[in-house]
């Protein structure tokens, strides 16, 4: 199953960067995205609605 996972990052240039991935990478690639902007105040929406992550930028519960 593919979603459309988006970063808001009022940090980075661009501030808004979405693309289509499989369900089952939205984890990891949170987790990257959260490694590679520590530090930076972002969002997270998969499908449109946000998703709850911890202070390390990784996934918080599943997926709906």
Known sequence: ?????RFHNRDAK???IEFDISKAA???VMAW???FHAGDIYT???DDV???KDLNGELVGELA
């Open 44 to 46: 997270v929406f998969v």
């Open 50 to 52: 946000e998703v709850a």
């Open 1 to 5: 199953m593919t979603v459309k996972i």
């Open 26 to 28: 939205v984890a990891p």
């Open 33 to 35: 995205y959260g490694a």
């Open 14 to 16: 661009p501030k808004k």
